[in-house]
């Protein structure tokens, strides 16, 4: 699949010095929902800024469909949109007015018949002659999102989409953003909720302190960094770890009956053949076995806390 | 060019103008009347004509000056400055627009509403006195040209000001005064020589001059230096907005 956005040794300082983005590289290829991870603070909302020509970066070059984003901004901004972290949406203007308003600053010829179907998609047509403030922080969201399709964008970003919001619109959100790539749109969003990127992503990237520290396919970064569990809960608790059991590093829980057993799936070998083996040497029975695999979220916070201690070392 | 774009941001400003109408028209007229009330009835009572020309009349140019700078430098200057703070600029800057399409959306709504308000106060004007308007080509060409560049002027302080009180220095502070001290209602000639070189300074008095001018065929000073004097500040407008779209500076930091 080709490429739809290029980013090369991207930096970018603020005015006070600030380095928010360091030398980012960055390949989105087409179809995809990438999901960009960081804490707060990291250049997430920075780097999607300076995609969007929202902020000028420093160094580095940006290309949409092989198109350097500075000298053919006209037609790579065409096929951009974003969807702003915050709620900045004029209030005193309606749904309806909003969404053209947007359409139009994107060079694109009235359709109302498009802006109806969008609206509609959105759970927001009748809303359409409500002024801005007269909504509900969920259905402001969709406003946004309904702006930055206004002009039917192949490249949409959304800048922490869920933020702030409830559970059940969390999802429905979900909903929507699946329902768009369908259609083929490419998304890139950024999130701190790992478990939004869990349920959207193809691939994810993690960034932190402007750089980006790794980027892979969501399912293999989960098998590659996750460490998986196994769980073998015994008929009798373990006694004395001594013998065959001593070789291993595993935890008892407070009645001694559970065992817990940490394995890295990525290694070659796992213990767990002998380990099984030798508890039945040691003659204990086993009533059932269980495997817990490491989430996203715990992959992200072990990274950041190694990329952070490796700032600190240097 | 994206013409839909410039159209964009020109209808939303215009729509803006639209829904506060009573408010945009109804604070010129009043403050027209009110001048006229108190420089032409307690003012005129004393100093009948200036220049051959009834004292009432001869200060409605200078009340078109006033207004129009004054609404000009506030509607452009506003219409910036409120999507920066709103941070709704983010699909300004997001969309396919030059910075000169920009301006271009922005200062032509700020012109336009200064234009309606400028005709709307020649009527009112005319309740109250005589009004003769001998180059009427001339005197929008000075009205358009005005109407421009001081919303280009508004538009710098948009892009500059870091709050609402930011926007009010300059046009309280500066823009005011020049205008009062332009002979807006007197001429120069009725200074002394001292102050009418002084006078000679400021260049509002140019700007009311050639649009007196445009009237009464009279000035304090000669058309062509007045034409002069608002290409000068238009061009310099455009130069300080060029360079500061180019640097990103206090829109993309």
Known sequence: MKNILEINNVTKFYKNSVKALENVNLNIKEGEIFALLGPNGAGKSTLINSICGIVNFNTGTIKINNMDIVKNYRTTRKITGIVPQELNLESFETVWNNVNYSRGLFGKKPDHNYIEKLLKQLSLWDKKDNKIKELSGGMKRRVLIAKALSHQPKLLFLDEPTASVDVELRKDMWDVVKKLNKDGVTIILTTHYIEEAEELSDRVAVINDGKIILVDEKDKLIKKLGEKTIKIELFESVKKINGNLSKYNFTLDQTNKIISHTYNLNSNTTDITELLNDLKKDGYKIKDINTEQSSLEEIFIKLIQENNNELVRN | ?253
């Not at chain 2, 200078?62 to 506030?74: D, F, Y």
């Not at chain 2, 709050?163 to 502070?173: C, H, R, T, V």
């Not at chain 2, 200074?191 to 445009?214: A, C, D, H, T």
């Open chain 2, 1 to 253: 060019m994206n013409w839909y774009g410039i159209k964009a941001i020109y209808i939303h400003e215009m729509e803006r103008f639209r829904r506060t109408l009573f408010q945009s028209l109804a604070s010129p007229i009043i403050t027209t009347s009110l001048y006229f009330v108190v420089f032409g009835s307690a003012i005129g009572s004393r100093i009948t004509e200036i220049d051959g020309i009834n004292y009432g009349s001869y200060i409605v140019p200078g009340m078109i000056m006033l207004t129009i700078l004054t609404q000009s430098i506030s509607n452009a200057s506003f219409a910036f400055y409120f999507p920066r703070f709103t941070n709704t600029i983010y699909e300004i800057l997001a969309a396919p627009l030059s910075s000169f399409e920009i301006v271009l959306g922005f200062v032509g709504a700020a012109a336009s509403k200064s234009l309606i308000i400028g005709c709307v106060i020649i009527l009112t004007a005319n309740f109250f006195v005589d009004v003769r308007i001998d180059h009427p080509l001339l005197m929008m060409f000075f009205l358009i040209l005005t109407s421009i560049t001081f919303a280009l002027f508004g538009f710098i302080i948009g892009m500059y000001a870091e709050g609402f009180e930011g926007l009010q220095i300059i046009p309280i502070l500066i823009i005011t005064p020049l205008v009062f001290l332009g002979g807006s209602f007197y001429s120069i000639n009725m200074l002394p020589e001292f102050w009418q070189k002084i006078s000679l300074l400021n260049p509002v008095l140019y700007l009311i001059s050639g649009f007196r001018y445009s009237f009464y065929e009279v000035s304090d000073v000669s058309l062509l230096t007045s034409t002069l004097t608002i290409l000068t500040i238009l061009i310099g407008c455009i130069i300080f907005i060029t360079y500061t779209f180019s640097k990103g500076y206090r829109i993309k930091d």
